[in-house]
């Protein structure tokens, strides 16, 4: 147990607390600068105010993902110093290790002729790569490196199904016609292969729970339940599901 609030430096916000490697992580901020905890004991300080969106602890390393309290932005950090700095931009609120690389990605909004196109990027450890998607499909729903390479939820503009695109190669995860989507989202925790979750209105009302891999629909739940963490193995899968 550890006691919370501005003397203890810790946080009551459960956002600002994770489990890692099994030890409880918490991160704080306040008096400009950022106290990052291990089982109440501080590891970490530096200046600054951020929301940490994302970390990753690896070979004594304590990698962070952070975004300011208000307005675009993020830090990708490495031991409190800053490996990759933006000042507009939005991320995917993800940082997760794949292979031995620490990645994330972000979205960002530039001004062509034709209007506003927004442009994706994926970063792996600290290198950032333009994501390049399919011609006039330009709404990414979420993305994640899985085995070096980049896979992506996309959703159409002439389709109610959003679409699976990893490798040059295009799969729509199918929803029946006249359904409304909800959010499609990868599920953390998933291996070998990254599992895709998504939620939809039927033509009959109901709010249907779906999963898919790989692009194959593996099973759908319409008990008003959704998947909050999944994982599986060579032995089956297993999820936690909450109302």
Known sequence: RLAVGDGYQVSHDPDRHRFLGGHLYTDYPGNGEMVIKRDGSVILRYKGSERIVGMVVENGHIYTLGVPSHGEGFVFRKDGEPMVTKHTGKVFERLEKDEDK?????????????????RYYMVRDGDEKLISLPQHMNDLMDVVSHSGETCCIISSPVSSSPYYYRDGTLRPLDIPKSSRLLYASFVEGTYPEPWIEGVYESPEGRTVCVLWIQGDEYMSIDNGLSVSYACSSESGFGCVMNP
Do not use: D, Q, R
């Open 102 to 118: 620490i990645c994330f990605a972000y979205k960002t909004t530039v001004m062509t002729e034709e209007g506003e196109e927004s």
